[in-house]
Nanobody, 122 residues
Framework: QVRLVESGGGSVQPGGSLRLSCAAS????????MGWYRQAPGSQRELVAS???????NSADSVKGRFFISRDNAANTATLEMNRLRPEDTGVYYC????????????????WGQGTQVTVSS
């Protein structure tokens, strides 16, 4: 089994920045896709950004140019750099991982973290 642990969440003002990290432990050698999803109050969980071990990316239009995902395959970590944050970015951010690369498109991940809260408000 793979365990995913998120960190880096917090409260910031609009226009601020945060960096989220996801660390995988356990039998992670077969992980290909890693991604970040978020769920705002009263909304469904949605894709933020995802990346394969080969560097292929998929992201939501709402975060393009503001959020950047990166991956350290050796350390099995994924980082989400968030800039120019908006109130609508508020939500619980979840890290996900799967052995199949196409999870970045299907959204079907076998492993999920517990989430970290991101709050953007004045």
């Amino acid at each position: 089994q793979v365990r995913l642990v998120e960190s880096g969440g917090g409260s910031v003002q609009p226009g601020g920045s945060l960096r989220l990290s996801c660390a995988a432990s356990g039998s992670y050698f077969a992980i290909n896709a890693m991604g970040w999803y978020r769920q705002a109050p009263g909304s469904q969980r949605e894709l933020v950004a995802s990346i394969t071990s080969g560097g292929t990316e998929n992201s939501a239009d709402s975060v393009k140019g503001r959020f950047f995902i990166s991956r350290d395959n050796a350390a099995n970590t994924a980082t989400l750099e968030m800039n120019r944050l908006r109130p609508e970015d508020t939500g619980v951010y979840y890290c996900a991982a799967d052995t199949a690369y196409d999870a970045i498109y299907t959204g079907q991940y076998a492993y999920w973290g517990q989430g970290t809260q991101v709050t953007v408000s004045s």
